[in-house]
């Protein structure tokens, strides 16, 4: 499925939660100008694909949640990116997992979640050579479950980055970890966050620059519970 407006904006006409776009056995591209949804649960545009590839050019926001129950944001353009353009303060959610597979470059800041249930699973993964970049604001990525940025995958943020894991704690008494095994660069600092539960926050780095590959200033919550921090610059 695609979807493209060359001057305005991709909008949910029925301004409620229904869904607006169906491919799940497929992919949808969904390409504007001035947004893709609006901020607010009733603007956002519910799909249920499987992979996803978000541009927005000039203004607005990404504002898309998938109900599938698994998403993948891929590049299915073949311009290197799966997520491009002003982010405008915008959300990605998968009700979930959600994992990253080609590079994002955004402005304007731009939050990604992997919706926490009941169950496991509600992974947030940024594959090995993924870029994940807001050049002018922060980055936020909200995982159920486990986070992983993976060695060779990236994190860079203009303004500050967050990872919060266990986000929402949907299954009280089940933890959640965090994995940096990538680069991370935020020059306001990173904040690692976990919720009630016991949560484990695994920092190596690179594996070609351990910690080295960690630029920002990091400070971790576990925010209750018995939270485990493991350090590894070998």
Not at 62 to 73: E, I, S
Not at 98 to 111: F, K, P, R, Y
């Amino acid at each position: 499925v695609t979807v493209t407006t060359t001057s305005g904006a991709i909008t949910d006409a029925d301004a409620g939660a229904a869904l607006d776009i169906s491919a799940v056995n497929g992919g949808a591209i969904l390409s504007a100008a001035t947004g893709v949804g609006a901020v607010g649960g009733n603007a956002t545009i519910e799909v249920q694909v499987v992979n996803l590839d978000l541009d927005n050019s000039t203004s607005g926001g990404m504002f898309v949640t998938d109900t599938a129950g698994g998403l993948t944001l891929r590049d299915l353009t073949g311009d290197g990116l799966s997520v491009s353009g002003v982010g405008g303060n915008g959300l990605i959610t998968a009700l979930s997992p959600l994992t990253i597979a080609a590079s994002a470059t955004t402005s304007g800041g731009m939050t990604y979640t992997a919706t926490d249930s009941a169950g496991p699973g509600d992974n947030l993964l940024i594959l090995p050579g993924v870029a994940i970049t807001d050049t002018t604001s922060s980055l936020t990525f909200n995982a159920g479950d486990a986070f992983v940025l993976f060695d060779t995958a990236t994190i860079s943020a203009a303004t500050t980055a967050a990872i919060n894991i266990d986000a929402g704690n949907a299954d009280p008494g089940a933890g959640a970890s965090a994995f940096i095994f990538g680069a991370l660069a935020a020059p306001g600092g990173a904040a690692m966050n976990g919720h009630a539960d016991n949560d484990t926050f695994n920092v190596t780095g690179p594996t070609a620059t351990a910690l080295d590959g960690i630029t920002a200033a990091v400070t971790v919550d576990g925010f209750g519970g018995v939270n485990s921090l493991f350090l590894n610059d070998s």
